[in-house]
């Protein structure tokens, strides 16, 4: 092969390289941004499971008998769509007031 045909041939690989570098690193970036937003919430799940347990009892009732099933109880409805409707707004820890709030919302004691 003659060394202009090799040139050329570079000039057209070496952008469409440059092309998988940036998907690459901007599919890296959206890794990094989902694993932020799944600690963030589990952070969320974690504060709210804590203020369950502190919280006045016969305020909310959340369903389960163990804490993993109370924490799945939690996660449905951050990820419900009457969530997504109405969210209870709250920090990303939650303050005992909005835990209150959100489990008044989402698990009211049926009498």
Known sequence: MRPAAVFASLLLIVPSLRANDMCSSEYQRGQREMGAYAEMVGIVEGALYGYSMILKPGQFCLPGG?????????SRALGSEQFRRSPVLMDDVPTEQEALEFFQAFFPCIK
């Open 66 to 74: 163990t804490p993993k099933e109370k924490v799945q109880a939690i």
